[in-house]
């Protein structure tokens, strides 16, 4: 058990570190390049990636039960969800706000895996989640100029998230990581696939295309 927390905290920490990386791009894309197009060419290239992955693993949903199968795509479904609030969130805020913001997610997650997965949560857990629940109602700061619908679509997107990693945890140790990974990729790539229809796409610039492409 300890050697698995070790990894599963290391592996946290690079996809954390990650992500943070891909905001970053995908700022500085929203620059010459709308939301919806951004995420079409982001998804087409992470989901070709992940299919060669899957394929090389030789992995698939053959194999799984039914409730797994459900899981992965209530999962793919709040991924959707997530990047569309994240990711408008993200294009309208500024980037500190919006990082400081998610900073509840752990708590969140934390919190909703003891209310509906049973998992044990001391009293110093709990007392470090409603301390950082208050911080992050200072830093959204309701009821003030400060407080935008930027702010509740960045919180809508901590909620998804939340049932995204909720509904992962409940997938048997089985399912392949690979075919997780690559279903949710196809979610959001048809999301902005279908919503790049309301939008008037660019043709990337240099800039533009390295953005998206690191």
Same mark, same amino acid.
């Given at each position: 058990?300890?050697?698995?927390?070790?990894?599963?905290?290391?592996?946290?920490?690079?996809?954390?570190?990650?992500?943070?990386?891909?905001?970053m791009f995908i700022k500085l894309a929203g620059q010459d390049l709308p939301m919806f197009q951004i995420i079409a060419m982001r998804g087409l290239a992470v989901t070709l990636?992940?299919?060669?992955?899957?394929?090389?693993?030789?992995?698939?949903?053959?194999?799984?039960?039914?409730?797994?199968?459900?899981?992965?795509?209530?999962?793919?479904?709040?991924?959707?969800?997530?990047?569309?609030?994240?990711?408008?969130?993200?294009?309208?805020?500024?980037?500190?706000?919006?990082?400081?913001?998610?900073?509840?997610?752990?708590?969140?997650?934390?919190?909703?895996?003891?209310?509906?997965?049973?998992?044990?949560?001391?009293?110093?857990?709990?007392?470090?989640?409603?301390?950082?629940? $208050?911080?992050?109602? &200072?830093? =959204? +700061?309701?009821? #003030?100029?400060?407080?935008?619908?930027? *702010? !509740?679509?960045?919180? %809508? $997107?901590?909620?998804? &998230?939340? =049932? +995204?990693?909720? #509904?992962?945890?409940?997938?048997?140790? *089985? !399912?392949?990581?690979? %075919?997780?990974?690559?279903?949710?990729? =196809?979610?959001?790539?048809?999301?902005?696939?279908?919503?790049?229809?309301?939008?008037v796409w660019n043709v990337p610039t240099m800039h533009g295309a390295l953005w998206v492409s690191g």
């Amino acid at each position: 058990m300890p050697d698995d927390n070790i990894r599963a905290a290391t592996l946290m920490v690079l996809g954390t570190g990650a992500f943070t990386v891909n905001d970053m791009f995908i700022k500085l894309a929203g620059q010459d390049l709308p939301m919806f197009q951004i995420i079409a060419m982001r998804g087409l290239a992470v989901t070709l990636f992940l299919a060669v992955l899957t394929w090389w693993q030789r992995a698939g949903l053959a194999g799984m039960t039914r409730r797994d199968k459900a899981l992965v795509g209530l999962r793919s479904v709040a991924e959707c969800g997530a990047a569309y609030f994240f990711l408008s969130a993200l294009l309208n805020m500024p980037i500190a706000n919006v990082t400081a913001i998610l900073q509840v997610l752990p708590l969140s997650v934390a919190l909703a895996a003891f209310l509906f997965l049973r998992e044990p949560l001391g009293w110093r857990r709990i007392s470090a989640i409603l301390i950082g629940f $208050a911080g992050v109602i &200072v830093i =959204v +700061r309701p009821g #003030t100029d400060g407080f935008t619908i930027w *702010s !509740v679509y960045a919180l %809508v $997107a901590v909620a998804l &998230v939340t =049932v +995204r990693d909720l #509904t992962t945890r409940m997938l048997t140790r *089985s !399912v392949p990581s690979g %075919v997780v990974a690559l279903s949710a990729s =196809v979610g959001v790539t048809m999301l902005g696939l279908m919503g790049g229809l309301s939008e008037v796409w660019n043709v990337p610039t240099m800039h533009g295309a390295l953005w998206v492409s690191g």
